[in-house]
């Protein structure tokens, strides 16, 4: 369901980076030298990440900002004027709840038995008593959620995240998270595709594509984050780093031996 | 936004202890530094409706402007605009050194007011690189006079742009930490310029000496291993202290539990605390200096003929400003600015110039002001506590701890806060 955003997204990031190259600037002559430069400094630098790429990244991070100014945004608005916060609540958990699967197949995959068990239990009760995930009763009862990704399970057992990357629509990532990402959605893709829960429906595609749509709007939705959104000049590094070290101290952990 | 959730990241969040002194005042968390950097812990805070009448506003201070690629994002001076169906009284909130209209402590303040039955509209601070940009009409921050007069600029178009959506009986002002003390000169000009006639003005843990109190701040630095000169090895040292500590302990993620425990087995020492928060004004700073750079082309950081394009990496210009101290920036930058524009000014008497003193007879003969400080408020010494305390009278409201805006959120703050704006004027 996810995969074909994915594979527009993946087109819009070739036009983007192509046309990106049009940007960037040459500098004819020697630059004044200003009072302070970089040589003056004998110290190890903060919020690093590796980020080779970091042209095309800010190249994205820069079309993510009109993406969500002209087209995102205004829709989510939208959906948040229209729709009531309690639909909105719902329809969130039914999403979430959803993406229970994820969180099961990669707890699974790390050979995590109890924070297996709770997930199932979780998306069993979420899924029954929750109304198909619109509510959580499940926390309520000492099943409390574990947001798990496959590449979270690569890092879990020991593959480095490699440099950073800013995806389109997705945002801030790395190369690792990115192969989990398209991992991730091909698993869905093919639940979805077994389940095929529009099947039955005259037109399967258009519900399936609303389905996928509602579920972007929800997700963006979910999202308080804004590019550009702190007026901090140097916030690309920032969000770079915050990423990084999450995603390092959430996946990068084994339980120690005992 | 990013610094708080930053110096969460790498510290703690919020324990509900009790060790609070009996003394009447509930805000539980004693040391001063420990109060800066983990506020109020979120059940001591108000709660709020999910839906408000609350909109951004984006304001065109100076349509004359010319923004330079590197900040094609900034489209204008973004306040947020709180509003009632009914006639109130319209309050302007001024946010603390580097911080935006956006800031978490700015914005519970709009809301307390919101919902008290206030209009509310939150300004950033004169020294958040979106005012450098978009308000400051020198581009070069830091004076209190200048960014007062930018301020009440700003102040100015706000309100032309929303006075026909709401009704207003009043007009008030308040502001936290720089923001109060520039409340302060924002009202000096108000009695002159009379666009506002502000009725009150109430002043959250404002700065007396602006040079004095950066000076505080900067002594922080000073206390990690090598100086400031070294920032960049004590903060990777202490993230890995803070991994490290993620890593052997059995924590499910980065929550309230795991950032409690930091706070709880005392991870950091008092000196790498207070180094935190004084890493945390450099890289607030570190902003400022090169959007102001950026925008005088001064030659500062980034080379005079340079044109820095949007996707253009900044990554040296983000290490070279963010080691530079406000010493720095005073001495090559800012002062030498405006001794060219006033010949024989004196450092002396630019210093003495930013302070609440210089507007010293204006506040002693004005009832309009408030104050709300902390007894072991760090950027104040003993005597401009006691300054603050002369000069207000009964209206300076002291609580006995909170650090450095520590408490700015907790309930009995934010009561007092209503409160003040609610209670007739005193007539002079």
């Known amino acids: 369901m996810k995969s074909q955003a994915l594979r527009i997204a993946l087109a819009l990031t070739l036009a983007v980076a192509l046309s990106g190259c049009a940007g960037t600037r040459v500098n004819t002559q020697d630059d004044e030298r200003p009072w302070h430069s970089i040589n003056e400094f004998r110290d190890q630098r903060f919020a690093e990440v590796a980020d080779p790429w970091e042209g095309v990244n800010r190249n994205m991070y820069r079309f993510n900002f009109y993406l969500d100014k002209y087209v995102l945004i205004p829709v989510v608005n939208g959906y948040e004027y229209v729709t009531p916060t309690f639909v909105q609540n719902r329809v969130s958990g039914f999403y979430n709840n959803l993406n229970e699967v994820r969180n099961l197949s990669n707890s699974v995959f790390q050979l995590k038995g109890k924070e297996s068990a709770t997930t199932l239990g979780r998306f069993v009760t979420n899924s029954t008593i929750g109304l198909g995930g619109m509510f959580d009763p499940a926390s309520k009862l000492g099943m409390p959620r574990h947001d798990q990704d496959f590449g979270k399970t690569l890092g879990y057992w020991g593959a480095g995240s490699g440099p950073y990357v800013v995806l389109p629509f997705f945002g801030p990532s790395s190369l690792r998270d990115t192969a989990g990402l398209v991992f991730d959605d091909g698993l869905a893709f093919g639940i979805y595709t077994m389940v095929d829960p529009f099947g039955s429906t005259s037109t399967p595609l258009l519900y399936g594509a609303g389905f996928t749509a509602l579920e972007g709007v929800d997700m963006r939705h979910q999202q308080q984050f804004r590019y550009y959104g702190s007026g901090y000049p140097f916030e690309y590094y920032m969000v770079r780093f915050l990423y990084h070290q999450k995603r390092e101290l959430e996946s990068g952990k084994r339980i120690p031996a005992e | ?428």
């Open chain 2, 1 to 428: 936004m990013y610094l708080r959730l930053l110096l969460f990241t790498c510290l703690f969040l919020l324990p509900l202890p009790c060790l609070a002194a009996d003394d009447g005042y509930g805000y539980p968390i004693p040391g001063s530094y420990e109060a800066t950097i983990l506020g109020t812990p979120a059940a001591m805070m108000p709660t709020f409706p999910t839906k408000m009448h609350i909109r951004q506003l984006v304001l065109d201070v100076l349509p004359d402007r010319e923004k330079p690629p590197v900040f094609f994002y900034d489209e204008g001076l973004r306040c947020n605009f709180a509003y009632q169906n009914k006639k109130a009284p319209l309050v302007f909130l001024v946010a603390g050194a580097g911080s935006n209209g956006n800031s978490d402590k700015l914005v519970t303040m709009m809301k307390t007011l919101y919902m008290a039955g206030f209009h509310v509209i939150t300004l950033p601070s004169p020294s958040h690189a979106n005012f450098v940009i978009s308000a400051s009409l020198s581009g070069v921050p830091g004076d209190l006079t200048e960014d007062s007069a930018d301020l009440y600029r700003a102040m100015e178009v706000a309100w032309k742009k929303v006075k026909g959506d709401i009704e207003v009986s009043d007009f008030y002002l308040g502001g936290y930490s720089l923001g109060a003390t520039q409340a302060a000169f924002v009202a000096k000009l108000d009695e002159e310029r009379r666009v506002f006639n502000f009725k009150k003005v109430l002043m959250i843990n404002p700065a007396v000496s602006l040079y004095g109190s950066v000076t505080r701040i900067e002594d922080l630095l000073k206390q990690i291993p090598g100086g400031a000169k070294k920032q960049g090895v004590f903060f990777n040292k202490m993230l890995s202290k803070f991994s490290e500590y993620y890593s052997y302990g059995n924590f499910v993620a980065i929550n309230d539990d795991f950032l409690y425990s930091i706070y709880q087995e005392k991870l950091f020492t008092r000196e790498e605390t207070a180094g935190l928060i004084g890493l945390t004004f450099r890289i607030n700073l570190a902003g400022m200096i090169f959007a102001s750079d950026v925008m005088t082309g001064g030659g500062y950081v980034v080379p005079r003929n340079r044109v820095l394009g949007a996707d253009e990496s900044l990554d040296d210009y983000f290490l070279v400003s963010s080691h530079l101290s406000f010493f720095d920036y005073f001495n090559e930058y800012f002062y030498p600015h405006f001794k060219r524009q006033r010949p024989g000014l004196t450092k002396e008497a630019f210093i003495d110039s930013l302070s609440l003193k210089s507007l010293d007879g204006y506040l002693k003969s004005s009832t309009k002001f408030g104050v709300m400080a902390n007894e072991n408020d760090f950027i104040l010494t003993k005597a401009e506590l006691d300054y603050l305390k002369q000069t207000f009278g009964e209206r300076t409201k002291v609580y006995p701890r909170g650090g450095h805006l520590g408490n700015l959120e907790y309930k009995d703050n934010l009561a007092y806060m209503v409160n003040f704006f609610q209670e007739k004027e005193v007539q002079p």
